[in-house]
């Protein structure tokens, strides 16, 4: 099976949105992966809902929603209305995660919880069989093209363990610091998901470069 590959918005032209959007669409691209951040819960501020409004009209891609915002259970009503497939919180940002996890499923999308890279995965031992996906954060999130955080490959084989001892289905994301290298690493370790944004918007041939992140 091919690993699912999910462009990050967050590194796209914003200039020329659409045609970035056109070439996702033609490419081999999975997902779309949207990084909506508040300033509050990460030092930076990206989207919010009127650019995402519009994706929905153009991209032929599911929408993975990666909420890196504070109180994440006060917009399941709007990423629902997005069309978005995954509504991602993060474990650090809820009080309540199980009730949330309920709500997302409530609201018609699949449940993804994230960590960031200092939380353990044990954190979710209790929570891993009501999870679509996890991802895991292999940057200090918030800016994009940063560094790798080499810890990040053993988390992913920690997640992977726990995941054939509950006997789930939950699928494994990593986003940060993915290229083809890091990327192989995490495949080999039972990542199931590569998010890239610089990585692939940078490339001067980014068709190219989703279809040999697939090939991992």
């Not at 990666?66 to 995954?86: N, W």
């Not at 353990?120 to 679509?132: A, N, Y």
Request: include cysteine.
């Amino acid at each position: 099976m091919s690993t699912i590959v999910a462009p990050s918005l967050l590194s796209a032209d914003f200039l020329n949105l659409e045609r970035d959007i056109e070439m996702l669409n033609r490419s081999e691209a999975d997902w779309i992966h949207l990084d909506i951040m508040d300033g509050v819960f990460v030092p930076n501020i990206s989207f919010g809902f009127p650019v995402i409004n519009l994706l929905k009209k153009v991209t032929k891609k599911p929408l993975d929603a990666h909420l890196m915002i504070v109180q994440p259970e006060k917009f399941i009503d709007e990423i629902a209305a997005t069309g978005a497939t995954y509504m991602n919180v993060h474990l650090e940002a809820c009080m309540h995660l199980h009730k949330v996890v309920q709500e997302i499923r409530k609201k018609g999308m699949k449940p993804a919880v994230t960590l960031n890279p200092h939380t353990p995965v044990s954190m979710l031992e209790d929570i891993l069989p009501d999870l679509e996906m996890v991802l895991l954060m292999s940057v200090n999130p918030g800016f994009g093209g940063q560094q790798f955080i080499d810890n990040s490959v053993r988390k992913v084989t920690q997640l992977k363990e726990m995941i054939l001892k509950q006997q789930t289905s939950t699928l494994i994301e990593v986003d940060g610091g993915v290229n083809l290298e890091t990327g192989r690493r995490l495949v080999n370790a039972g990542a199931d998901i590569l998010v890239a944004g610089s990585f692939i918007f940078s490339s001067g041939h980014p068709e190219e470069t989703i279809r040999m992140l697939r090939a991992l």
